[in-house]
């Protein structure tokens, strides 16, 4: 579904399209069993103005629109998620956060660095203590003369390994619980500590550390205002969510691919499987469903460009195509049979990574009450809107 599209929007489309299937989707299967892919790869997406998509060319970007970025992290997930979710941190939670909160001293020194993929950002929020429940974060930033001492330990952060720009949150206010006493800094790599690599059972060729905080950094890392901090947060997981959800698209599609074309060709009792009302039916209930959610995507991206509200819409999308892109990858699996249950076939890795999209960014429980929130008009609280 790409009718409502422009000619440029096509375009950077076509453009990751292309790139995913030649440089990506060979070496997924391998990049899956060695944990990682090579870093060079970045450097090729920088090339094609890929770690920037929708930056400003002033800041060193491509100055596309949301939409076109969207439609590059499906096209990158289609190909290897974890390449996916690795742009998508590092535009959404990162890049996109400074350049809209950020000084212009701020902008015109971290994202032209992030936008040209000569550093790869990290969103340094979640902590063993604080998932879901982002406002009782512990990691304290401490006034230290001119500047902030800020120590703490973050979990589960992807590019947490190679980042060279984190965006960490950090309680400046301890007497002020919840997310009021929260505060956003730009921390560089010396600023934190990799004690941990995680093992996941998904995503395998992107990095997912735990890191400590231990760094003194002067005011002119303070990302908006002191106190605010936890606003930065939310405003970021409201678009972060419409590109998790456009990886989920991307999952479902490449799901789809293989199992129609298995279908196609696998033949029994006397017939192609496509053939039997039973796959047929299996097929056409996930074309609906990844055609819904990639619009439901595309909406909330539109939105988000237009400056309209968009934390309903992105919620939507995140919360429709992740669990789409669970059930599908399954069906997927289910159509190849025992072959879908090998590493013959790339269904089974589809089925791992999709299930991330469900807890990553918000989980599905969260969005539910984001959306519910919205709809009845409730008093916005700290899950949904801080």
């Known amino acids: 579904m790409d009718f409502a599209l422009s000619d440029e929007q096509r375009e950077i489309q076509a453009l990751a399209r292309d790139f995913a299937a030649a440089e990506i989707e060979p070496n997924a299967a391998d990049w899956d069993r060695a944990h990682g892919f090579p870093p060079e790869l970045l450097g090729k997406l920088a090339e094609?103005?890929?770690?920037?998509?929708?930056?400003?060319?002033?800041?060193?970007g491509a100055g596309a629109d949301f939409v076109s970025y969207v439609l590059v992290l499906e096209e990158l997930s289609r190909a290897d998620a974890g390449v996916g979710v690795t742009v998508a941190v590092h535009t959404s939670a990162v890049t996109l956060p400074i350049l809209g909160f950020g000084t212009d001293e701020q902008r015109s020194r971290f994202v032209p660095p992030l936008a040209r993929g000569e550093a790869l950002g990290a969103f340094a929020?979640?902590?063993?203590?604080?998932?879901?429940d982002a406002g009782s974060l512990r990691t304290a930033a401490v006034p230290d003369g001119d500047g902030w001492r800020l120590s703490g330990a973050k979990q589960w952060i992807t590019n947490g390994r190679d980042a060279g720009t984190i965006l960490a949150f950090a309680r400046t206010d301890p007497d002020t619980p919840g997310p009021r006493g929260v505060s956003a800094f730009v921390l560089d790599r010396d600023?934190?500590?990799?004690?941990?690599?995680?093992?996941?059972?998904?995503?395998?060729?992107?990095?997912?550390a735990d890191l400590v905080i231990d760094a003194e950094v002067g005011r002119d890392r303070l990302l908006h205002e002191?106190?605010?901090?936890?606003?930065?947060?939310?405003?970021t997981l409201d678009g972060g969510r419409i590109g998790i959800a456009a990886q989920a698209v991307g999952i479902a599609q490449a799901a789809y691919d293989v199992a129609r074309q298995y279908a196609l060709e696998r033949r029994q009792f006397g017939k192609r499987i496509a053939d039997f009302q039973a796959i047929q039916w299996k097929l056409a209930d996930m074309a609906t469903e990844i055609d819904a959610a990639r619009l439901l995507v595309h909406r909330a991206a539109w939105r988000r460009e237009q400056g309209l509200s968009h934390a309903l819409e992105g919620a939507q999308a995140k919360l429709f195509a992740s669990e789409m892109a669970r059930r599908q990858t399954a069906e997927a699996i289910q159509i190849l049979g025992g072959y879908g249950y090998t590493k013959e076939f790339p269904v089974e890795r589809y089925y791992r990574d999709a299930k991330i999209t469900e807890i990553y960014e918000g989980t599905s429980e969260i969005q539910r009450l984001v959306i519910a929130r919205s709809i009845l008009g409730l008093a916005e609280r700290a899950l949904a809107q801080g």
């Open 48 to 60: 094609l103005g890929l770690m920037g998509v929708c930056v400003p060319e002033a800041y060193g």
């Open 125 to 132: 929020l979640t902590e063993p203590e604080a998932g879901s």
């Open 191 to 208: 600023h934190v500590r990799v004690t941990r690599e995680e093992e996941k059972l998904g995503l395998n060729s992107s990095s997912t």
């Open 226 to 235: 002191e106190g605010k901090g936890f606003r930065v947060a939310m405003t």
